[in-house]
């Protein structure tokens, strides 16, 4: 009888034991040990000169140069600042795996205002405008020598052009070697670059046209002027 009590005891006490851990089991949370792995890239940012700050938004991350690692990826505005130095700004896209270069060349303070003051004196200069010269259209048929600036009746060595007007244009034959190209727009607006010649020998001029003139010398001009009635008047302008 006393085996079997002593039995008995053990087996409860066991028993008791295996239910408590149980127990215990069940009130221990299981630990998540899975990791969350975010896309990143990195950054390097050099200066010249070095040693100035480098901020990431508003956040100051070191000294150039510097190696930032595990961005997160997407866009970041940059700005390196230096004493004396105008502050640079970019903005950066990190992209997963890459590293992203910035290699900010800083422009001293002083070249800066001198730049704006330099520009400050170029907008009050007066702004120079085209010298137009007048051409007295006295005659139905004249000569053009616009090297010597000679618009007359008779020929000369270095005529040009020679023109008869009509009520609403200026008829112009070119003598050799001289060339010419007319343009849809007013005289104002004419620059050499828009004097392109062709071997046109023959042409008329209306009212609100520009005729580019090419010399025997190489010189170029262009002739032009506004009119209602017959053409009285032509405006020159020397383009070399």
């Known amino acids: 009888m006393k085996y079997k009590h002593f039995l008995s005891i053990i087996t409860f006490i066991i028993i008791s034991i295996f239910v408590s851990a149980c127990k215990v089991a069940e009130k221990e949370p299981i630990s998540d040990t899975t990791e969350k792995f975010v896309d990143t890239g990195a950054l390097v940012i050099e200066s010249s000169p070095s040693f100035a700050q480098v901020y990431v938004g508003e956040e100051h991350r070191g000294d150039t140069p510097l190696n930032l690692y595990n961005l997160p990826v997407g866009n970041y505005d940059i700005t390196i600042k230096k004493e004396g130095y105008a502050d640079f700004k970019k903005t950066v896209n990190i992209k997963v795996g890459r590293t992203e270069e910035v290699d900010a060349i800083l422009t001293p303070i002083v070249q800066e205002t001198k730049k704006a003051e330099e520009h400050a004196k170029e907008m009050e200069k007066p702004q120079e405008t085209t ?50 190209n007319v343009l849809n727009k007013p005289i104002s607006e004419v620059g050499k670059e828009d004097c392109i010649f062709a071997d046109t020998a023959v042409t008329q001029l209306f009212s609100g046209q520009t005729l580019c003139v090419k010399t025997g010398a190489g010189n170029v001009v262009a002739i032009g002027g506004t009119w209602q009635e017959m053409p009285a008047e032509l405006q020159l302008v020397q383009l070399s």
Do not use: C
């Open 131 to 180: 010298q137009l010269n007048k051409i007295n259209l006295s005659s139905f048929a004249m000569y053009f020598d616009f090297d010597k600036m000679k618009f007359t009746e008779i020929r000369t060595d270095g005529s040009d052009l020679f023109s008869r007007k009509y009520e609403t244009y200026v008829h112009f034959t070119t003598l050799i070697p001289t060339k010419i």
